[in-house]
Structures are given as C-alpha cells and as structure tokens.
C-alpha cells in the first residue's frame, strides 16, 4: 500500500536506441557539439521538443533545442559563442554562422515553483516569469504537449518518455500535459502552438484541449502583441500556412489575431477565396525554396477591410482612390497594432503595395511606364496577380503587366505609348545639366 505523503516519482519508458528511429545523422552538426561538451563537461545533456519529434515522424528535423542540468551561467562558461536572453524564461543561444541552437535549463515542478517569488503569474494564471530550475522529471510536466515531451540522451542515444508521447505520435494525436484548461490559462498561446502542431503534423487535437479552446479562446488578447507577431510568423512562413488558417478560423482563434479581416471574411465570400489563394500560393513558394515575406501575407489579410475603409473615404471624404487607400492602409494597419504589432518595417512597403494596386489600370503615358521602376514593383505586381486570379482585376490588365517585363525598353515606349526623348538632352534640359556638372 502506498504511504500517505509520499509521492511517487514518476518513471520516464526508455526507449534504447535499437528500437526507435531518431538517428544522429538527422541532428545538425552545431546541436550534436553543444549536445557533447555539456556531455563531457559532466552535464545532463539532452535533444528536446521539435527535434526529436519531428526526427521520429521521418520529417527532418531543422531546429533544435536542448534541455540541461547547467545552470544558464555555466551553459555560458562552456561555449564562447553563447549568449544569454529573455527574462520570462532565460535561456541560453549558442550561435554557429545563420544556426542557433537553444539550450534550456530544466525548470522546477510547477507546484513548487509556485511558492517561489521568481514565477510570477497574473489574474487569469499566465505566467509572467519562470525561472526556477529542477530535475528532468520535473521539467517535462511545463512543456505543451506530449510529442513535445521526448528527451534523447545523448549519454547513450535512448529517449526518456514519460508522457507516452511516443505513442500519441504513432497515432497522430495532440495531447495536452495536464489540465489543458490550467494550461492554456497559464499561456494562452498554446492555443495557437496547437493549430500550428495539428496543421504541420497533421496530428488530430484531442477533444480536451478543442472543448477548452472554446472556452479560452478570448484570453489571447491578454499576450503581448509582440509575441504574437513572433507566433504569426511561425504559423504563416512555415509552409502549413493554408491549414493553420482554416484551423484558426475553426477554433474561433482567427478573429482574436485580425479581427478586422474576420469581419470582412464574413461579409464577402470573394475575400476569404483571395486568402486561400494567397496562403496557397505562400506554400508553394515555401515549398519550391522561394523567399516570402510577412509584409505581402499581411496585405492580403489587411485588404479586405482597406478596399473597405477607403470606399467609404472616396464616398465621404472626396479623396481620390490611391489617396483612399494610403489613409485606409495607415488606419486599418493602426488598429490591427492593438492585436498583433507589426515591425514598421513590413507596414510601410505593405502599405504602399495596397495603395499602388489602381496604378496597374493605366497603361498608358510615363507615370504608368515608371511603375516598373518602382521599388515595391515586384511585390505589388505579385499582389495584382493574386486579384487577377480572383477575378478582382481583368486578365487583359494582368497580362499586359506580365507581358511588358518581358520587354526592351524600346518595346516598353511603344506599349505605354511613349515618346522617344530626344538623346542628345542638350537644348531640351539646360539646367539638368548644368547642375549634375556642379556636382
Ligand atoms: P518547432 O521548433 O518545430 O516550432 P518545437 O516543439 O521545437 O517546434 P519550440 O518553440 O522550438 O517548439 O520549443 C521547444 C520546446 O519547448 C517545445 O517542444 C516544448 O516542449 C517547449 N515549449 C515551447 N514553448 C512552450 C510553451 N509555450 N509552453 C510549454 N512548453 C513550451
Ligand atoms: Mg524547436
């Protein structure tokens, strides 16, 4: 019989190398090094979280992150390239060239770390702060999900699993670590961590956690905006980005991120296709190795309610429609701050690739011909493209854009009917010339 009072400590399964799959070949030269010297530096030294999961899915695994009973302090005596951040939760970048490998260290239970002042939670139970360091049997019930609980260690190449998190793998199931309405209190983020894991894995998300996103959906707009903008990016840029948005918009999470496009979206049909359209579109690029950036995402979720607002200020304000829209994309790209920030320097181009989409219907004369020449040309083409495949904009504008790229400039002169300027410039620009000589 079991004596009151004394609990038992819990038991990880460990799986010896022969019988599971995760091979170091699949673990980036840069994690195995950090892996090793804490290793022979006498520390507990294990691969955690998306590595290991992703290695054993077969998925190939491209960040890594490792768990250890160093200190912070002596993760940073042991490697030059180190440096420590965050104060929520500190832990240790170990940088080699473009590759960081995270290393943090195992925190307390969450029980005992409550009575310590360096945890520090708000009114609804987010934590705020979290550093206080335990036992690996301790750190595994603080991570998310079960498939993101598996420690390989690399003393012998086993893994620790405690939380049949191997087993939730095989069966493709997302399972919550305790009481996912506890957990998604404490970090309502979660709840996006979960449709970024069901959309990339294709794993189902366990009934508990969906009843207890329904209930808690509304405290995502206690995070801070930043993290937010960080989690967006992990969702959006990571090649799922289509099924994470169809999983946000089941999970009501959609409207707690860009509540603004899910009002449009429920007004107008032709939107929400031209978001599939450019989420597709992002996942093929990301697909074929093609760069993306946030800026053009963040117009396509945002141009549904500019189109909006500045039909409403051509109608009430007399503004002309390019004037419109750069007032629009300023006001809807403010109130879209308040939910998830956006660094300036995505909402500047992105506002002018919305406000230069009516410059694309004039095809004829010198300012349309400069439009090539614009530095958001690129971006702002692409846009237009997208509209086309909508049928926003006619295919007979688009194919003229796509034709004249093609183009000599002599040809270009001749579709935007052009004049040849004369070349000798000297009787036709005295001062022009005159001036680049003082230069
Ligand atoms: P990926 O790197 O593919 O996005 P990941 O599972 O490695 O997935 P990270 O954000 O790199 O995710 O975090 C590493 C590990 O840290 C996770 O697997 C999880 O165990 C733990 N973790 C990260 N964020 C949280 C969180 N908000 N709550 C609980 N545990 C977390
Ligand atoms: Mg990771």
């Known amino acids: 019989m079991k004596k009151k009072g004394i609990s038992k400590k819990p038991k990880p399964k460990i799986i010896p190398r022969p019988s599971h799959n995760v091979s170091r070949d699949e673990i980036s030269r840069s994690a195995l090094k950090v892996l090793y010297r804490l290793h022979k530096s006498g520390y507990r030294a294990f691969l955690v979280g998306g590595g290991v999961r992703d290695a054993l899915l077969g998925l190939h695994p491209k960040d890594f992150d490792i768990a250890t009973d160093a200190h912070p302090d002596e993760v940073r005596a042991l490697f030059a390239n180190c440096r420590l ?85 095989r069966k493709r199931k997302l ?24 959309a990339k894995l294709d794993f189902e998300i366990d009934e508990t956690i969906a009843i207890s996103i ?17 989690e967006f990016l992990k969702m959006f840029q990571a090649g799922n980005s289509e099924k994470t948005f169809s999983l946000l918009r089941k999970f009501d999470l ?70 419109a829209l750069t007032v629009a994309s300023y006001e809807i790209s403010g109130l879209q701050q308040a939910h998830i920030s956006i660094p300036r320097r995505f909402t500047m181009p992105m506002r002018e690739m919305l406000a230069m989409q009516p410059r694309f219907e004039k095809r004829r004369g010198k300012r349309a011909l400069r439009l090539l020449d614009h530095r958001r040309f690129r971006a702002a083409y692409d846009f237009m493209m997208l509209r086309a495949r909508c049928s926003e904009v006619d295919t007979d504008i688009a194919d003229f854009w796509t034709e004249v790229q093609k183009q000599t400039a002599d040809q270009r002169r001749v579709s935007f009917a052009v004049q040849r300027q004369a070349r000798s410039g000297k009787s036709r620009h005295p001062h022009w010339r005159r001036k680049s000589r003082v230069n």
């Open 85 to 169: 951040i965050g104060r929520r939760f500190r832990l240790a970048h170990i940088r080699f060239g473009r590759e960081i490998i995270e290393v943090a260290t195992f925190r307390a239970a969450a029980d005992k770390a409550a009575k310590i002042p360096d945890v520090l939670h708000d009114e609804e139970g987010r934590i705020l702060r979290d550093n206080v360091y335990g036992k690996i049997d301790e750190d595994v019930w603080r991570r998310d999900f079960t498939c993101n609980a598996l420690y390989y260690d690399i003393s012998d190449f086993s893994i620790w699993d405690y939380v049949s998190g191997v087993e939730d793998i």
């Open 254 to 323: 959609f409207k707690m991120l860009f509540p603004e496009t899910d009002k449009r979206i429920k007004e107008d049909d032709q939107f929400l296709k031209f978001i599939h359209a450019a989420l597709q579109n992002t996942d093929d690029r990301i697909d074929k190795g093609q760069s993306v950036t946030p800026m053009f995402l963040l117009g396509v979720f945002l141009w549904g309610p500019v189109e909006k607002r500045a039909e409403r200020l051509q109608v009430k304000e007399n503004m002309s429609v390019i004037q």
């Open 214 to 230: 329904a209930k808690n959906h509304q405290l995502l707009s206690n995070v801070p905006p930043a993290r937010l903008f960080d």
């Open 175 to 198: 399972v919550m670590i305790g009481n996912p309405d506890r957990r998604l209190r404490e970090d309502p983020v979660r709840m996006l961590r979960a449709v970024r894991f069901a």
